[in-house]
């Protein structure tokens, strides 16, 4: 089983086809449970449903929006944070209220404690009807680094060395971040639909190993793979190692 493959000429168009899944789930459950990442490969999408729900052309009042991570010992209030990104490139933008969103407290003083938290919200709201991933260096989902078991729900993550290097983009200056705290495999495989989102040519060979490299928790990414409803979203560029 291979996950749907969705080829497009540049990253304006890949970023249209992420904003209108999201869309076409709300019109369909305006309740969702929607899961999706920060960082520079969502921004595209971001803008796009901003201008719709200014619009009024979508609405996402009564949706149930799921943080994916967080770096341990970030707030919201912290900039280069998960949360915080999130907040001013897309959540504070669409005016979603506070008690729609469950989020990660990189600063909980127990981060196991936090870990069951989110796993019982998302356990009581019956699953993730939609997850959004971008792919890590090293094929990490998430925070899920190389090494991460299958079966793992949400939990706290020590951080591979070129996770650290690239989170260094997120910050004004240099940063120390070593453990990240995350949603799940688990999670992951069981959400009715998982997209994964790739833009330009660094991401081409992590994107070719994913699709085309045995499923390994050497390379967490290969899980899609095993997923009965994922699909890839891809620039030309980061598609550009795939034999069509």
């Known amino acids: 089983m291979k996950p749907k493959l969705n080829i497009y000429p540049n990253y304006e168009a890949m970023s249209l086809a992420a904003a209108e899944r999201v869309m076409a789930l709300l019109s369909k459950k305006p309740n969702a449970v929607i899961c999706l990442p920060s960082g520079s490969t969502p921004l595209g999408m971001f803008e796009i449903l901003v201008s719709e729900n200014q619009k009024g052309a979508t609405d996402f009042s009564t949706c149930i929006f799921i943080g994916l991570d967080e770096w341990i010992g970030f707030g919201a209030d ?9 907040n001013k490139d897309f959540l504070k933008p669409i005016g979603l209220r506070e008690d729609k969103i469950v ?19 998302v356990a009581g709201l019956g699953g993730l009807d939609l ?4 792919v890590g260096m090293n094929g990490h989902l998430a925070l899920n680094e190389p090494g991460t078991p299958w079966d793992t729900y949400a939990h706290v993550s020590e ?10 983009k997120y910050f004004k200056q240099s940063t120390i971040i070593n453990r990240g705290i995350t949603v799940g ?39 899609l793979q095993n997923h009965l409803n994922a699909e890839y979203l891809l620039d030309a560029d980061a598609a550009s190692l795939i034999e069509q």
């Not at 989020?103 to 919200?121: L, Q, S, T, W």
């Open 103 to 121: 989020f990660f407290d990189g600063k909980a003083h127990n981060p196991d404690e936090e870990c069951a938290r989110i796993n019982k919200v």
């Open 78 to 86: 912290d900039d280069g944070g998960c949360r915080n990104l999130l």
């Open 159 to 168: 951080l591979e060395d070129i996770t650290k290097e690239v989170g260094q």
């Open 131 to 134: 997850i959004i991933l971008g």
């Open 185 to 223: 495999i688990r999670h992951i495989m069981e959400s009715k639909t998982a997209i994964l989102m790739a833009s330009g040519s660094a991401k081409a060979p992590v994107v070719k190993r994913a699709l085309d490299f045995p499923v390994t928790t050497n390379f967490p990414a290969t899980i």
